[in-house]
């Protein structure tokens, strides 16, 4: 078993809950496989069941990239 930093959002009647908490996985979960600056993301659909994306080892332009867009989004919702 391995410990990993699991963030959960999920659709309760019209409100979105959220959490983040240390979880153990074992070999089976797809976050196994996650370590150092990696990074992974399970989404439920309808049609394919749950489909995880990885992202291994990102470079620094493509975490510049990701902090620069989450500053645009952020600067964009105070506006509103």
């Known amino acids: ?3 990993r930093l699991i963030a959960v959002a999920e659709r ?4 979105v809950r959220t959490r983040v908490r240390p979880e153990l996985v074992g070999p ?7 370590d150092g600056t990696s990074s ?3 989404l439920e659909t309808d049609l394919m069941g749950e489909l995880t994306v990885v992202e291994r080892d990102p470079t620094l332009a493509q975490t510049a990239y990701a902090v620069f867009s989450d500053i645009l989004l952020i ?4 506006r509103n």
Do not use: E, N, Q
């Open 75 to 78: 600067a964009d919702s105070l």
């Open 40 to 42: 992974a993301v399970t």
């Open 28 to 34: 089976d979960d797809p976050f196994w496989s996650v």
């Open 1 to 3: 078993m391995k410990h």
């Open 12 to 15: 309760s009647g019209g409100a």
